[in-house]
């Protein structure tokens, strides 16, 4: 079965500095796709940014951007230029070969002014 | 606005009460899931449909019960409460097209439920 890893449970970042938020995932399958959502405060979820694992070029979305490794099964986001409006709970997730997703357990982005 | 609405935002049950969280959108997706969301864990799945009068389990599905009549709506039955089903629960949607837009799913804001 497919899982999904987030090994930092919290992270903190500088105002107008770059971090990079770690997500690792296991699959046997070779087509798939990856997000990032965003959760603040409001608990609402918010997709940030999706990769198709076909695509060997890493998504970007303004600011966001992802290193994605699939051969390490490795699939970062990096925020650049934080805001404090970027502060939030990050997961990732992975969709399987039955449309479904599958979660990490997040990590929780802290920005110091 | 269009997205998805879930009510009611916040409930408190007692044990063995019953209670129906509502979801409904106005995208005319044809999928739309029920997660349950709880600290240090990722989203678990517990029923999700892929159109009007389909529904299938998820991976916490024991509890709980789900119906999809039209399109538009997704209630989530608690047909006796229990502790462990203290959570927040998210109602979520997206289109089943092949296009790429159809992997993105719409969220609704959440629903904190506490049983005593």
Same mark, same amino acid.
């Given at each position: 079965a497919q899982t999904v890893t987030q090994s930092q449970p919290e992270m903190s970042v500088q105002e107008a500095e770059t971090v990079t938020l770690s997500c690792t995932y296991d699959t046997s399958? $070779? +087509?798939?796709? @990856? &997000?990032?959502?965003? %959760?603040?405060?409001?608990?609402?979820?918010? @997709?940030?940014?999706? %990769?198709?694992?076909?695509?060997?070029?890493?998504?970007?979305?303004?600011? &966001? $951007?992802?290193? &994605?490794?699939?051969?390490?099964?490795? &699939?970062? @986001?990096?925020? $650049? +230029?934080?805001?404090l409006g970027d502060a939030a709970m990050y997961f990732c997730a992975y969709r399987d070969s039955n449309y479904q997703l599958i979660w990490g357990a997040g990590t929780k982005l802290i920005i110091k002014p | 606005n269009a997205g998805v609405t879930q009510t009611p935002k916040f409930q408190v049950l007692k044990t063995g009460q019953s209670m129906t969280l509502q979801c409904a959108q106005d995208m005319n997706h044809e999928y739309m899931s029920w997660y349950r969301q709880d600290p240090g864990m990722g989203l678990r799945l517990i029923h999700y449909s892929v159109g009007a009068g389909i529904t299938d389990q998820g991976e916490v599905p024991n509890g709980y019960n789900v119906s999809r009549s039209t399109t538009e709506d997704f209630p989530l039955r608690l047909l006796s409460a229990a502790p462990s089903q203290t959570s927040v629960y998210f109602c979520a949607s997206k289109e089943t097209s092949l296009s790429s837009g159809a992997n993105v799913l719409t969220f609704g804001a959440g629903s904190r439920l506490t049983v005593l």
């Open positions: 399958e $070779s +087509d798939y796709y @990856l &997000f990032w959502y965003k %959760q603040p405060p409001s608990r609402q979820m918010i @997709l940030v940014i999706r %990769q198709e694992a076909y695509k060997q070029q890493n998504a970007t979305e303004n600011r &966001f $951007s992802v290193n &994605f490794q699939k051969a390490a099964k490795s &699939f970062s @986001l990096k925020i $650049s +230029d934080s805001q | -």
